[in-house]
């Protein structure tokens, strides 16, 4: 294939990609107000079916469809002129210009008042086939008698005047309506419904098409890099996650942690997470502008590739205001130790660390309130980077904490978690306003929750579908051929909060 044939082809899959996030876009915002959407599609209908069903008069129609030849002459064998109607093709294309103005005229109207001796209580409209001599001529009158009589008026006296105007012409009827008995102008109730929920419906698509471009979203790594002049890390792919049927609503909904297809993409973003860092950094602090971007569940999983690739890994909860790590994990999650413990009490760092596998060791957030400035907690990351090669800290969301700041100064560097057509451009300036003047070095971004189309479109490392990756070479990247099942939804619980776990 040739340069061209490829740059078109690669266009054309932008562009298909561009509508599709367009549509996306209308659906996420139609879909985050729902009530909305449905409030503008009953509102549209009532106010359409009500205004045709009580504000439109009936209107009764007759029509006539006519055609118009000119008598043209023509030269015989012996010399005289022979006069004849005949179809020109010069003629009707000029008729089916003007025509409709003769019809219209205030001297046909003229004429007709004359020959029925009242006012006309219609109105004469004319149609001309294009190119042709055939006409069509509708009469409406609220009344079906005046509407039937008008056009008895109008087919004998229009020969005569268009004689005057036009000239000598010869008018053939070729169909004429008989005296109508119903309306034309009205439906039955279910048609103005339907259609004025069609009518809402396209004025739904307007106004949530120009809500989602006021309320900009991030939807591949290119608006990472043109909207917010910063680097994308890496994508990680969108999974459905089911919710536990032993676990229903008093219970947050677990999370596959160990089996999901964040393992492989994971793996991917620690090579790329350590080709950016420094050498001797070891923690690496991660946060997201607002809640529900996948910010806990992208820390665990790069914590456990470090640790599968044989670093000596501790994953810190530092998200006071959530504690979704010790949700998720822990079986009794009100009554576990963590870093609020250690900033309170006189424990070591191996009285709060639970061993989760080989290399990887948790330090959930615990349960007492304390204040992310305290000394201790400065303590217990210097302790930390002694025992461990990379320490990965669940940040608090930035939207919601402002002071995240205190845990990013702590931490060497900053990786900003944000999902696909989650928050704003705005909130997401806004939220890293709170960091980027910590001490921690801003690496960039991980997409999270990122789903290009089927055809390749985007530049994601990862082939999948919506229920887990489709094992195939693809244009722009290596597809890692598996396919994940999702029989079971729960997590790898830690029975019970242990006191002290060896190192």
């Given amino acids: 294939m040739s340069k061209k044939n490829s740059k078109e082809k690669l266009q054309n899959e932008e562009n298909v990609g561009s509508i599709l996030y367009t549509i996306t876009d209308i659906y996420k915002t139609a879909k985050k107000h729902f009530i909305i959407f449905i409030a503008i599609i009953a509102a549209i209908t009532v106010l359409y079916s009500g205004y045709f069903m009580f504000f439109t008069k009936p209107l009764y129609r007759s029509s006539a469809t006519l055609s118009i030849t000119p008598l043209i002459s023509s030269d015989s064998k012996n010399g005289t002129s022979v006069y004849k109607f005949n179809y020109v093709s010069s003629f ?31 109105t004469i409209t004319a149609d001309a086939v294009v190119k042709s001599n055939i006409i069509q001529v ?17 087919l004998k006296t229009f020969p005569h005047l268009s004689e005057y105007i036009i000239g000598d012409t010869r008018i053939n009827i070729i169909y004429q309506s008989e005296k109508p008995d119903k309306p034309f102008n009205k439906s039955t109730v279910f048609t103005y419904m339907l259609t004025g929920m069609i009518a809402g419906l396209i004025v ?35 999974v459905n996650v089911k919710r536990n049927s032993k676990n229903h609503s008093s219970r947050r909904s677990k999370i596959a942690f160990t089996d999901s297809v ?22 690496i602090a991660i946060t997201s502008t607002a809640r529900h971007e996948g910010k806990t569940v992208t820390a665990f999983s790069i914590a456990k590739a470090f640790a599968d690739n044989g670093h000596k890994t501790l994953l810190v909860d530092m998200d006071f205001s959530n504690r979704a790590l010790q949700g998720y994990l822990l079986k009794a999650p009100d009554s576990c130790s963590g870093v609020t413990e250690y900033a309170t009490s006189e424990i070591e760092l191996s009285d709060i660390a639970k061993r989760y596998k080989d290399n990887y060791d948790i330090v959930f957030a615990g349960n007492k309130n304390v204040k992310y400035s305290h ?35 702590l931490c060497d560097d900053l990786l900003f978690v944000e999902k696909c057509n989650s928050s704003t451009i705005t909130d997401i300036k806004n939220a890293l306003k709170y960091v980027l003047y910590s001490k921690a070095r801003f690496i960039g971004f991980i997409l999270n929750d990122y789903a290009p189309t089927s055809g390749g479109y985007g530049y994601g490392r990862y082939g999948y579908s919506r229920y887990g990756y489709l094992g195939s070479y693809r244009r722009y990247g290596y597809g890692y051929g598996y396919s994940h099942k999702y029989s079971k939804y729960g997590s790898r619980y830690f029975d019970e909060p242990e006191n002290k776990k060896e190192q």
């Fill in 262 to 283: 964040f393992t492989e993409a994971a793996r991917s973003s620690r090579k790329r997470i350590q080709s950016v860092i420094g050498k001797n950094d070891k923690v």
């Fill in 204 to 238: 739904d698509i307007l106004v949530f098409y120009l809500w989602s471009l006021k309320i900009e979203t991030i939807h591949d790594k290119n608006d990472i890099t043109y909207k917010l002049n910063s680097h994308c890390i890496s994508e990680l792919p969108h």
């Fill in 92 to 122: 009707a294309e000029q008729m089916s210009k003007t025509f409709p103005y003769v019809v219209e005229s205030d001297n046909l109207r003229q004429a007709i008042r004359y020959d029925l001796g009242k006012e006309i209580n219609a």
């Fill in 138 to 154: 509708n009469i409406d009158s609220p009344s079906p008698d005046d509407s039937y009589e008008v056009m008895q008026s109008f």
């Fill in 375 to 409: 000394t201790k907690i400065k303590e217990f990351f210097e302790t930390a980077r002694e025992k461990y090669d990379y320490i990965i800290v669940d940040m608090p969301s930035c939207k919601l904490v402002p002071n995240a700041a205190a845990v990013a100064d």
